[in-house]
């Protein structure tokens, strides 16, 4: 048997895992939370696993390969410090990220600035999710190239095809889980083949010179060691133009989102930078080893031999397996997994903004869950579509992730993280700096596109090297002037958009009760009896289910309820209720749609200690809704 059957053997056999792992946390979700952010129930090592499979990229590792053979360790401000310096950031940010409750970003900067900015950025973080993915299909693309002759379009129907599957059915508990397992295929394969690099240099395999690997790694030129051999001023603008688009991505907020507690949170970061190093020493070994075994890569230098550096890794699995087409095949595997294991996160990501920030917020704020799976499932192949299409137009793998993060940086990175720490920031501000670094950023990319010849320094970079990254230290510049003078001569945000951001404006705002339930009361036992309730971390996750007699007018039931009792509240729109009784708006109870026309969802995410206080309160909620169906004649149940 040939090494591409052999591999399709082992990718339907994968596959199919794969789906069994979506469908087995397909029964358990009974919530939105279970469905978007796996319940809230992730422990610090899959979340470390899950966060490194997601920023290593199939296409990522063969151009590592590539920079690592031709510009040195000078070339990891690139991509490999701002990937492993941002999950680090990030492990700071958790306490404010935590505590946030929202399930995507553009739905909390709405919360923070009001409804005109959810829609552009919903739409800003589709197409960075979506550029995302063109590295993905591109570097899994050169993969079947290399090593079967095939089509690119063939590497976007395998991503399309088996990543509908899984994620569409198990949501982010799927994608997480089958992260980890991608991983470890990828580690494997990584390691396995720096060591087998190494070796064939050490045995003069391949018709080199036969060198130990003592002195292999000694006859490397000082200069290839030195990290900052492309000079600090490029070390810093790399830095501030890359970190900023990586620590506001929506994938890793959502998996701190996920995690069950602050400390898994942030020691899941820790571990997932810890694994991403891992990963990247062993392709700078395997580089070195590359470098004795095509030294004519080396001598063309960068960027004329990147499109050569990038296939070399291919090019030897080939030729030293070429008897053995099962380690061919399991090397595809393995970068297949990587491929997967990133389009994944960025097509969930994508589609959560198109299927919640878009579908639902916009065109049927009634949405139910069963229609917004069925838009997410669309919206993940279409985002896979799109990236195959771009993978045509940006051929080049990490041109096409700087692009996303250049974008992500100059657009929302000041308007999130302003949002998040500085009260001044209003609706204005926010949505002047997004509009303004995205155009200028965008215009910039393109211009540089154009003008730069192939083969050559982008055109940007030889204006001035200040340009360096498409210019996106122009545009970050651009956004923060125009977000800050903005917020400053505009007025300031309401304090409803301030309660969920800043704690003391949520103590001011919210309702407390005045009521009391007794224990003792029968209806409130009761209800008990159908409370949901599952411990993850320092909180508590309470859910009561109920289905209306009749399907539901949402939103006349929503206005009646927002009427008849102040509490509640509606910041993100229809899709989005809250009972705002106190200044921890994760532990207030809220409202959502349920999986079919007749059913509401009820949750809750008290802390331990809350937990009897919040029983209370989901049991007054409860009762409150029931009056609005009463006056509407719907009957209302368990179930």
Known sequence: ??????????????????????????????????????????????????AAASWLTAGGILAVVGYFMLQ?????????????????????????????????QPELLEQRYGSAIRLPIALIITVVMTLF?????????????????????????????????????????????????QFAFLAIFAIGIAFVAVGTVADGGLNTTAVSPSELFGNMPADWWNPFSIGLPLVLILSFAIIPGWIT??????????????????LGMVIGALMIALVFAACAVAAIALNSIYPEIAKMGYPAGMAMAETSLLDFVKARFASAPIVIAFSAIGLAA??????????????????????????????????????????????ILAATAGSFVIPNIIDAIQIATFIASSSYFFPLMGGLYWKRATKEGAFAGLVVGFV????????????????????????????????????????AIVFFGVSLTTKPSSRINLAPF????????????????????????????NVNEKVTGERAHLQLNLRASENLNWHEIIEQLKISY????????????????????????????????????????????AVGRQKKELFMAYQELKMVFVQKGVKVNFY
């Open 1 to 50: 048997m040939d090494s591409y059957n052999i591999f399709m053997m082992m990718l339907i056999v994968y596959i199919a895992g794969l789906v069994a792992i979506s469908w087995y946390f397909n029964s358990r979700q009974k919530s939105i939370t279970d469905f978007w952010l796996a319940g809230r129930m992730i422990g610090p090592s899959a979340l470390g696993f899950a």
């Open 72 to 104: 040195g360790m000078g070339s990891i401000w690139g991509f490999v410090a701002p990937n492993i310096l941002a999950l680090l950031v990030i492990a700071v940010l958790v306490g404010k990220i935590k505590s946030l409750p929202a399930i995507t």
């Open 133 to 181: 993915s063109v590295a993905d299909i591109t570097g899994l693309s050169l993969v079947l190239q290399v090593f079967y002759g095939l089509d690119p379009l063939y590497a976007a129907a395998i991503i399309a095809i088996s990543v509908s599957l899984y994620v569409t059915l198990g949501g982010l508990s799927a994608v997480i889980w089958t992260d980890v397992i």
């Open 249 to 266: 991505e929506q994938d890793p907020w959502q998996k701190v989102w996920a995690a069950r507690d602050e400390k898994s949170a942030s």
């Open 338 to 383: 990587a491929s997967m294991s990133c389009t994944d996160t960025f097509s969930t990501s994508g589609a959560s903004c198109v299927s919640r920030d878009i579908f639902q917020r916009y065109i049927k704020p009634d949405a139910t869950m069963k229609e917004m799976l069925a838009v997410n499932r669309i919206s993940v192949v279409a985002i």
């Open 440 to 479: 200028i950023q965008v215009a910039l990319v393109a211009l540089d596109l154009i003008k730069t010849v192939p083969l050559a320094p982008n055109y940007l970079e030889t204006v001035h090297p200040i340009l360096t990254g498409h210019g996106v230290i122009v545009g970050m510049t651009m956004s």
């Open 502 to 529: 800043f704690e003391e404006e949520a103590e001011k705002l919210a309702l407390y009760e005045a009521k009391e339930v007794g224990e003792a009361d029968q209806s409130y036992s009761a209800f008990l009896k």
């Open 566 to 609: 102040p509490a509640w509240v509606t910041p993100t729109g229809l899709d989005s209720v809250y009972r705002l009784t106190h200044a921890d708006m994760l532990a207030c109870v809220a409202i959502t749609r349920g999986t079919g026309e007749r059913d509401i969802w009820l949750k809750a995410e008290p802390t331990l200690e």
